[in-house]
């Protein structure tokens, strides 16, 4: 079976656009969700900075008072959109947790408190008591400038897949609606073309009948 020249360009077409379809959903994947992690992990070193360099919390962290802590911190929840923040001391313990109050007195976990102890401030994705986690970690220092402490804000990695999926979603419908614009023009390509080759055939045999006709004719005449 002959496959007509219309045919083998709209096939082609619907492979060229899902190729372009594929490739693309890949790279916005990729894409999405480096820039995402780095904005929210940007996003949480602003915070934990801030936070650490409040002077209620520093005065309350240096007496160890956890209800002053806590009390200090209910203004802060409100005013952050991370998933988590806690605050420990220089003992890498527990002193407040905005999530799970039951963890206070507990052991900060993740193995990336002790850059932070020596007056650094990191950001990393590890594994915490809440699930792994994108956080940043600032130092609390005292008047002296001594580490009392440390402030950690978090996005729950979770929460960020589910935010990038959200983002690549959007960009996939804006995406699929132009694909399925090229696909209608594509069929309307496809229609014109068969209608003009349409036209170019019954032209030449139009064209073959009257030049039979006219040698017929001439022939007869002698």
Not at 14 to 27: A, C, D, E, P, R
Not at 97 to 108: D, Y
Not at 117 to 125: A, E, S
Not at 198 to 204: A, C, E, I, M, R
């Amino acid at each position: 079976m002959r496959i007509s020249f219309q045919i083998k360009l709209f096939i082609s077409l619907i492979i060229l656009f899902s190729l372009i379809f594929i490739l693309f959903i890949l790279y916005s994947s990729l894409e999405e969700e480096q820039r995402i992690y780095q904005e929210m992990g940007a996003r949480a070193r602003v915070q934990a900075t801030f936070i650490s360099a409040m002077p209620g919390l520093r005065s309350a962290v240096a007496e160890n008072n956890i209800q002053k802590i806590k009390q200090f911190m209910a203004e802060v929840i409100p005013l952050s959109d991370a998933s988590f923040i806690v605050i420990g001391d220089n003992k890498v313990n527990h002193l407040y947790h905005s999530v799970s109050e039951e963890r206070v007195g507990t052991p900060l976990v993740g193995g990336d408190n002790h850059a932070v102890l020596q007056g650094k401030t990191v950001t990393t994705l590890r594994r915490g008591g809440l699930g792994v986690s994108l956080r940043s970690k600032a130092p609390l220092f005292d008047a002296s400038g001594q580490v009392i402490g440390i402030v950690s804000v978090g996005y729950l990695k979770r929460e960020l897949d589910t935010l990038t999926l959200r983002k690549i979603l959007t960009s996939l419908m804006v995406f699929s609606s132009l694909l399925g614009l090229l696909f209608i023009f594509s069929w309307f390509l496809r229609a014109i073309l068969k209608s003009k080759f349409s036209l170019w055939n019954l032209g030449k045999s139009v064209c073959w009948s009257v030049n039979k006709k006219h040698f017929w004719s001439r022939f007869m005449k002698g």
